[in-house]
């Protein structure tokens, strides 16, 4: 697993687990954690493995093993690295965008199932259409043309597993997700979130390539910083 330090001399952490395929070259997750930075966060970034044999082991003990010497910090997670972040302690508020805690219905549960049961960590399955009508409009063609095509067998088995074993999801966090979504199921989110802390943007998978993340970049801070009230704050303006 790779993980960088962006902004070394800021004032507070941040643990942001990117999600699967996301890389920190990639510039719409560069905007997301120059927006990071420039709040004033210490940003410890990291890029999880396209494929995993075991989920524990290649996923979530690396990164748990690290914030257990983060006094305080904050946690963003984002697609398959929220449902990493939301196995993690220790952080002060939770921000998930469009967290994969269930496959999409273009991934049928009969063949998942049937796909889970092969014995193999061979990245022999594809994972579909991956294009800008899924992630977003601002998706570039260098992210496009690196991501990742193929998973294997023991991939679905072991994030099935893990969507399948979620904990309680902390109180206060908070949801950014698409109703336009065809990467991840949205009913686990409204399942374990409070619609009131969920905030719909429009767009695709990625909040950071949506045409319209500078509208939402503000309340993502705010939401950091001071958890479900910053969304409940908003809503009441609004109401």
């Known amino acids: 697993m790779r993980h960088r330090i962006f902004h070394d ?11 699967w395929g996301n890389r920190w070259t990639h510039e719409n997750v560069s905007w997301l954690i120059g927006k990071l930075t420039e709040a004033g966060y210490r940003v410890h970034a990291f890029e999880l493995p396209t494929n995993i044999d075991d989920f524990k082991a290649d996923w979530l003990e690396p990164i748990a093993e690290y914030v257990r010497d983060l006094e ?5 997670g984002h ?11 220790g952080a002060d508020n939770h921000v ?32 579909g259409e991956m294009d800008r009508d899924a992630l977003g409009e601002k998706a ?3 992210q496009l043309a690196t991501m990742p095509r193929w998973v294997s ?3 679905v088995r072991e994030t099935r597993h893990a969507q399948r074993d979620l904990l309680a999801i902390d109180h206060d966090a908070v949801v950014f997700c698409s109703l336009r979504d065809s990467v991840v199921s949205l009913r686990p989110i ?8 969920v905030v719909l943007y429009d767009g695709g998978h990625e909040l950071f390539s949506s045409a319209s993340r500078e509208r939402y970049v503000d309340l993502l801070l705010d939401a950091l910083e001071s958890g479900a009230k910053a969304v409940e704050a908003r809503e009441h303006v609004i109401g």
């Not at 305080?72 to 963003?76: H, K, M, P, T």
């Not at 697609?79 to 302690?89: H, P, T, Y």
């Open 9 to 19: 001399d800021g004032d507070d952490d941040l643990v942001f687990v990117m999600g």
């Open 72 to 76: 305080e910090y904050q946690l963003l």
């Open 96 to 127: 998930y965008l469009s967290p994969w805690w269930g496959y999409s219905s273009r991934h049928p549960e009969p063949l998942l199932e049937v796909v889970s049961r092969l014995d193999t960590t061979f990245p022999c399955l594809p994972v």
């Open 190 to 197: 409204g399942e374990r979130v409070p619609a009131e802390h």
């Open 79 to 89: 697609s398959a690295g929220a449902l990493v972040a939301q196995a993690l302690d």
């Open 140 to 142: 570039t063609d260098h």
């Open 153 to 155: 067998p023991a991939f």
